[in-house]
């Protein structure tokens, strides 16, 4: 940083000149962003970076010099200032996300695979389901319907035969045949390709 210009701009800064003031920040904001930098752990680096901090320490600065009065005696006062001030803000957002950086682990080999992967069927596939579901209604004969939603709750062919007292045999028949009906109207011809909801 060059002394001369930043004693000039110091001055205009002093007398509230914005444009001064942005030139100011300009001049600082790479040594200032390093201060924090050097501070910055991986975990934290999640949370915030250089820039937050430097920001937000400048908007406290113009503040102070348009609000407050602040006056600096010279171009390392006002640098020592901002270092102590950059610091001290670290350290509050330090102290802001330290229980989060602390509890946080990182995922395991695999692990984040899991847990991105869904076992919940897509919104698409339980609109199909659905609509397969009433068309299978329509397809069945009401005297049969029970057959076809106990076959939906995942009971097997003699569970359904005891429940309903049919034979086993007449519940296979009847999924059968309303597979059969299932795949004439969709074109395939015999077995359905789908299997019951």
């Not at 957002?93 to 989060?100: D, M, N, S």
């Not at 950086?101 to 698409?124: A, D, M």
């Not at 005891?162 to 969709?186: M, Q």
Request: with cysteine; aromatic share 6%.
């Amino acid at each position: 940083m060059n002394s001369v210009p930043l004693e000039i701009l110091l001055e205009k800064l002093a007398s509230g000149d914005s444009e001064a003031a942005g030139r100011v920040f300009l001049a600082y904001e790479p040594y200032l962003r390093m201060v924090v930098r050097r501070q910055l752990s991986p975990g934290l680096r999640a949370k915030f970076d250089s820039v937050d901090i430097v920001q937000s320490i400048w908007a406290d600065v113009l503040r102070g010099f348009r609000e407050a009065g602040w006056r600096f005696a010279s171009v390392t006062h006002l640098r020592a200032f901002l270092v102590r001030l950059t610091r001290d803000r670290f350290i509050d957002r330090l102290r802001q996300h330290r229980l989060a950086v602390e509890r946080e682990r990182p995922l395991l080999e695999g692990e984040w695979h899991e847990s991105l992967v869904t076992k919940n069927p897509r919104p698409s596939e339980l609109a199909q389901a659905a609509e397969l579901w009433q068309e299978m209604l329509e397809l069945c004969p009401p005297e049969h319907r029970e057959v076809l939603r106990l076959k939906r709750a995942g009971a097997a062919s003699p569970e359904i035969a005891a429940r309903t007292g049919l034979h086993e045999g007449s519940v296979r028949r009847i999924l059968c045949t309303l597979a059969r009906r299932l795949a004439r109207r969709h074109g395939e011809g015999g077995h359905a390709g789908r299997s019951l909801p």
